[in-house]
């Protein structure tokens, strides 16, 4: 079977797309970039929001802001070892 | 805006994950030409090559981390083109009833010789009423340009498959085009 004009017909069977092509795809990437920012600062808006929202919160409990009373043992500061001992 | 000419496709890749806009242009204007053709011969038809097309960039744009560099560029998007296009095909269960206007172009071809762009769009309609993996074959090694080896990578079949598939879908398209074209292969 003697194919090789067909072979050279199919060597120029090339298409290409227009400019209006690359332009909706990047416009659609740029729509999906912009999507997927405001997600992202949202998330760190929130996360300082609960931060400050926590500070505030402690600061109101204890009167002061320290390492100690973050950690929740402010008060274990200023009880006294005979205090302790009485427990037992 | 910086020059992308000389940039290689790694180099266009690694700016894009970098969120330079302008270098996935490049990959596009690179490569649109690569897809058109393979979306094109698939499908035969424009607009769902553009839809195939279209998928195919955003599909890479979101999956840019994934390419590992191993396959070139070109190669990668055409195994993705080639994998939409065969979903596609299988979401249109109509598609191999579809006419493409051969009518027009076959009035011509028999009557006045043919040109190319006629030429071009009988040869189209006649790979669209090949088998999908006949039509693949084809696509890939005669009109991509793949090498036997290539296309069996391609399509992860064995080397006597290719060349068994691409036998059988020449001589069906020649005889497609010879009994309903009127085409003359001798």
Redesign the interface.
């Known amino acids: 079977?003697?194919?090789h004009?067909?072979?050279k017909?199919?060597?120029?069977?090339?298409?290409?797309?227009s400019d209006d092509?690359?332009r909706?795809?990047?416009e659609?990437?740029?729509t999906?970039?912009q999507l997927r920012l405001p997600s992202l600062t949202s998330i760190i808006t929130g996360l300082a929001a609960c931060i400050i929202f926590c500070l505030g919160f402690i600061y109101l409990q204890d009167g002061n802001l320290s390492y100690d009373s973050l950690l929740g043992i402010d008060m274990l500061n200023k009880t006294s070892s005979t205090e302790l001992l009485n427990y037992f | 805006m910086q020059s992308f000419d000389k940039k290689t496709d790694y180099e266009l890749v690694d700016l894009t994950i970098e969120?330079d806009?302008f270098a996935?242009?490049e990959i596009?204007?690179r490569y649109?030409?690569s897809?058109?053709?393979t979306a094109?011969?698939m499908l035969g038809d424009v607009e769902d090559?553009?839809e195939v097309?279209?998928q195919v960039?955003?599909r890479f744009?979101?999956t840019l981390k994934k390419y590992r560099k191993e396959a070139s560029l070109n190669t990668y998007l055409t195994r993705m083109t080639i994998n939409l296009c065969l979903n596609f095909l299988k979401r249109r269960k109509n598609f191999q009833n579809r006419s493409y206007e051969l009518k027009n172009a076959m009035s011509v071809s028999t009557e006045n010789g043919i040109s190319?762009f006629e030429?071009?769009d009988v040869?189209?309609s006649a790979?669209q009423k090949l088998d999908n993996k006949h039509r693949t074959v084809?696509v890939l090694r005669?009109?991509k340009?793949y090498s036997t080896l290539e296309t069996a990578d391609l399509l992860q079949l064995p080397k006597g498959t290719v060349l068994s598939r691409l036998k059988r879908g020449?001589?069906k398209?020649?005889t497609i085009?010879e009994t309903e074209y009127n085409y003359e292969?001798?």
Do not use: C, P, W
């Open positions: 079977m003697n194919t004009k067909l072979e017909q199919l060597q120029t069977m090339h298409y290409t797309f092509f690359d909706s795809i990047l659609e990437i740029s999906m970039t | 969120g806009e996935f242009a596009i204007r649109k030409g897809v058109a053709t094109m011969n090559a553009k097309g279209h960039f955003i744009f979101n190319d030429s071009k040869v189209n790979l084809i005669m009109i340009g020449m001589a398209l020649k085009l292969y001798t």
